[in-house]
C-alpha cells in the first residue's frame, strides 16, 4: 500500500474483494509488475544523493528518495507507468525464482538487466552509471511489486482522461475516455517480494546478472540474533538488558551519565534517571553462586560505605589506591562502561590491592538465573523502594522461562 495512503475499513474490504475476484478471473487484465532498486544504503555512505548524480551525468534530475523504478511490461505500456503517484520506466529488466516453499531453503532470485539497450529510460542509465562508478550495487534494496492493470494510476490513459477527471466534468465523460473495467484503486497490489542483491553472477557484454537473497538469509548474519536458553539470562550483568547499575550524578548533567547508557549510546537524561529504569541504588549483593556477600564476611561484619579514617565512600565510589579500604568497603571499576563491584574483606591500601584481587575482595557477580535477577529486583534487593522504574514481577531476566520443557503428570 501506498505511504501516504490511508485507507478506509470500507476501502480495504472492497480492494480485497477485488483481487480476488481478478486472481480467480478466467481472463484477468494483464498483470503489470514493477520493480524498485534502493540506492540509499550506497548513497549514504558516500555522502550524496541520486539527484546529484543524475545532474553530474547530464540526465534530467531524479527523485529524491533514492529510489530507481522500472518496468519491463513493454507488450502493455511501450512507455512510462504511473503507480501511487511514483513513475516507473520501461526497462529491460527480468527476474525469476521467487516461488516460496514451506521447506527447504530460501529462495534466491536473479535480477538480470540488458545491457544491449538503454532506450527511453535515463533512470536505466543512471542505474549502469552507478554501477560502474562503485563497482557494484551489492546490498541494494529490491522490491517487486504487482498489480493489474485494470488498477493503474488514471493519468496512464492519456492526457485528456486525466485532464478531464480533475475537471468538473461528469463521472460517464471521464468513463468514455478509459478502458472497459478499468477500476482505479491505488491500494490493489499482491504482495511485495522484499529481497537484497548479495553478488554478481553474470557480466558479460549481453546481459548483467545479480543473485539476490532474502534479509534472513544475507550472507554474514547468523540466526537466532539471541539464543534461546531456558533458565540462563543472556545479559551482561549490570550491562544493557540486565541494567542494574547505579543511576549516578545529577539528572541532566551530561558528564554524569552513568556508563552503560553512555555504552547504550544515551548522551543525555532528557527526563531524569527516573525514566531510565536505572536503580537509585544497585549496591553489590551475591556472589555467582547466590551466597550473599554480607554472610561472606569475616567477624561477621556488614557491608558499609564508611572508610577507615571516618570518611563516607559513597555506592558509586570509584576504587582508589590512595584509600584505605576496611572490611565491609565496596567499590568499583569501570571496564568497558560498565562498573563491577567488589566488597573488602581484608583491609588493603595501594596498587597491590586492585580489584579483583581475591585476596582482598570478594566480587559481585550474577548467577544468572532467576534467583539472582530476584535478589537484585525487587524482593531482597528492596531496589524499587529507591526509584527503580522496574517492579516486582517485571524482572528484566535474559531467558526464555516458557522454553523449557515441562511434564505433563496425570
Known amino acids: 500500500m501506498p505511504d501516504d495512503y490511508s485507507p478506509t475499513k470500507a476501502q480495504a474490504q472492497s480492494t480485497i474483494k477485488s483481487l480476488n475476484f481478478e486472481l480467480s478471473n478466467l481472463t484477468p487484465s494483464a498483470l503489470i509488475v514493477f520493480f524498485e532498486i534502493d540506492l540509499n544504503s550506497l548513497l549514504e555512505t558516500k555522502g550524496i544523493t541520486l539527484s546529484e548524480e543524475a545532474e553530474m551525468v547530464g540526465f534530467k534530475k531524479n527523485e529524491a528518495d533514492g529510489i530507481l523504478r522500472f518496468h519491463n511490461n ?31 531453503t530460501l529462495p534466491t532470485p536473479t535480477l538480470s538487466i540488458s545491457s544491449q ?24 534494496k529490491v522490491t517487486r511489486r504487482r498489480t493489474f492493470a485494470k488498477y493503474l494510476d488514471v493519468t496512464n490513459f492519456g492526457g485528456r482522461a486525466a485532464s478531464t477527471r480533475s475537471s468538473s466534468a461528469s463521472a460517464n465523460e471521464v468513463k ?54 531456558s533458565d540462563k539470562c543472556v545479559w551482561q550483568y549490570r550491562g544493557i538488558g540486565c541494567w542494574y547499575q547505579h543511576a549516578t550524578g545529577e539528572e541532566n548533567n551530561e558528564d554524569n551519565i552513568p556508563p552503560v547508557l553512555q555504552k547504550a549510546g544515551l548522551t543525555k537524561l532528557t527526563g531524569g534517571t527516573s525514566i531510565t529504569g536505572l536503580p537509585k541504588n544497585a549496591p553489590p549483593i551475591a556472589n555467582g553462586k547466590n551466597e550473599k556477600l554480607q554472610g561472606l564476611l569475616p567477624g561477621g561484619k556488614s557491608i558499609t560505605t564508611g572508610s577507615l579514617t571516618g570518611e563516607p565512600l559513597a555506592d558509586n565510589e570509584e576504587w582508589n589506591k590512595d584509600i584505605q579500604y576496611v572490611v565491609g568497603n565496596y567499590v568499583y571499576i569501570i571496564k568497558d ?22 585476596k582482598f575482595w570478594i566480587a559481585d557477580e550474577c548467577s544468572k538465573t532467576l534467583t539472582g535477577c530476584r535478589l537484585r529486583w525487587g524482593i531482597e534487593g528492596k531496589v524499587n523502594d529507591t526509584g527503580c522504574g522496574i517492579s516486582k514481577g517485571q524482572l528484566p531476566f535474559g531467558g526464555f522461562p516458557a522454553a523449557r520443557k515441562v511434564s505433563r503428570q496425570r
Open 337 to 358: 562502561k560498565i562498573k563491577y563491584y567488589f566488597v573488602c574483606k581484608e583491609a588493603c591500601k595501594g596498587t597491590e590491592a586492585i580489584p579483583p584481587n581475591t
Open 74 to 104: 513493454v507488450k502493455v505500456f511501450n512507455s512510462y507507468i504511473n503507480w501511487q503517484g511514483k513513475t516507473y520506466y520501461p526497462a529491460p529488466i527480468t527476474a525469476d525464482g521467487f516461488e516460496s516453499s514451506t521447506k527447504g
Open 117 to 140: 539497450s538503454e532506450t527511453g529510460t535515463d533512470q536505466l542509465a543512471l542505474l549502469k552509471h552507478e554501477i560502474k562508478k562503485f563497482g557494484d550495487i551489492i546490498g541494494a
Open 176 to 229: 468514455a475516455f478509459l478502458p472497459d473495467g478499468y477500476e482505479p484503486d491505488p491500494y490493489a497490489e499482491l504482495p511485495k517480494d522484499v529481497y537484497f542483491i548479495e553478488r554478481k553472477e553474470t557480466e558479460n557484454k549481453n546481459v548483467l546478472k545479480y543473485q539476490l537473497s532474502s534479509v534472513l538469509d544475507l550472507e554474514g548474519v547468523k540466526l537466532p540474533k539471541r539464543t534461546v536458553i
